[in-house]
């Protein structure tokens, strides 16, 4: 069972850059089939995908985000991490996590961490 663990700081100042890792177990982010992806909601806004990773680690971004967003993964760690660089009060919004994962048409799954709240002000 894949489990999907986010973790960073809840408060960050506008002009600085956030950073957020995701924590993987139950499977090894190399796997083929598998998308990692970061997804966020600001309040009273839609689900807005940020971008994501495959497992060889290519990684495509949201145009309207592509500029300040950076996705990388630490393979011995089983990590994945987002930078969002210069931010504002407009990036306060909670962050997921999410994965999935397909076999050739045969077999889906999602999987989904549990979000955090990340706050942009001074």
């Known amino acids: 069972q894949v489990q999907l663990q986010e973790s960073g700081p809840g408060l960050v100042k506008p002009s600085q850059t956030l950073s957020l890792t995701c924590t993987v177990s139950?499977?090894?982010?190399?796997?083929?089939?598998?998308?990692w992806s970061w997804i966020r909601q600001s309040p009273g806004k839609e689900l807005e995908w940020m971008g994501a990773?495959?497992?060889?680690?290519?990684?495509g971004y949201s145009p309207s985000l592509k500029s300040r967003t950076s996705l990388s993964r630490d393979t011995s760690k089983n990590r994945l991490t987002l930078q969002l660089s210069s931010v504002t009060p407009e990036d306060t919004a909670i962050y997921y996590c999410?994965?999935?994962?397909?076999?050739?048409?045969?077999?889906?799954?999602?999987?989904w961490g549990q979000g955090t709240q990340v706050t942009v002000s001074s």
């Open positions: 990773i495959g497992h060889l680690g290519n990684p």
């Open positions: 999410y994965a999935f994962y397909s076999d050739n048409g045969w077999f889906e799954k999602d999987y």
């Open positions: 139950g499977d090894v982010i190399t796997t083929a089939g598998y998308y």
